[in-house]
């Protein structure tokens, strides 16, 4: 972000579903907010806030049904570019993004604990057109218990396309080891992302999201609004 300004990015909604042998869970999120702010030439800080979640979990057995809503966690970052491209050229860009995720949210919305983790952005520009992008994380992640962390790490691919000036297209795969102590898994998924500039101030974005392999969630959709200050 530039030095003085914000970014508000809101997910107006989000549904995931995921399909186990013994049971259907069915998670539905709205409100999710991310603020940015710039505080330098190369340095932006972010606060993230999921406002309303809702989980239904249907036993497949005994058709019995659990649900659970309320508030999401609050997640701090500092996002550090090391490196950019000039304005209009093409290259490598790079950056930093350290966050730590503080356990606000419901018990069965939330993570119940605190966890922490670093994702290493980074592009390289082709063309005006076309750029490739890259992400590997590593994390502290909360074990599904809701007490203590364990190891996470993994990366996600893809490629920004700009099919017109005010449109674009990002199509993603992802891969993520999860070594919760309860359940260890490998999760992997493709995506799909269009975005749509319908100001010079305001972005809406639309993302669908397949699971590649039985650990990770079937499906995903999402659709938000961005607005820079």
Not at 7 to 21: A, F, I, K, N, S
Not at 73 to 95: F, S
Request: no cysteine.
């Amino acid at each position: 972000m530039d030095p003085g300004h914000w970014q508000v990015e809101v997910g107006l909604g989000d549904w995931t579903l995921d399909r186990q042998e013994d049971e259907r869970e069915d998670r539905i999120e709205t409100g999710d907010i991310l603020l940015r702010y710039g505080i330098g030439g190369t340095t932006e800080v972010r606060l993230g806030w999921t406002a309303y979640g809702y989980s239904r979990t249907r036993d497949r057995a005994t058709g019995e049904v659990d649900r659970a809503d309320g508030i999401g966690d609050v997640t701090i970052g500092i996002k550090q570019n090391l490196r950019h491209p000039a304005e209009g050229k093409t290259g490598l860009a790079v950056a930093l993004l350290p966050f730590v995720t503080i356990p606000t949210g419901h018990s069965d919305i939330g993570d119940g604990d605190w966890s922490a983790g670093l994702i290493v952005p980074a592009s390289f520009k082709f063309s005006d057109t076309v750029s490739l992008e890259l992400s590997p994380e590593i994390d502290a992640a909360a074990n599904e218990s809701g007490s203590s962390r364990h190891l996470s790490y993994g990366a996600a691919m893809g490629v920004q396309v700009h099919l017109t000036k005010t449109i674009r297209l990002t199509p993603e795969v992802q891969l993520l080891r999860d070594d919760d102590p309860d359940h260890a898994a490998t999760m992997s998924k493709a995506s799909l992302s269009f975005d749509v500039l319908a100001t010079k101030l305001t972005q809406f974005d639309l993302q669908a999201v397949a699971g590649l392999n039985r650990d990770t969630p079937d499906l995903e959709l999402a659709f938000g609004v961005t607005h820079k200050f």
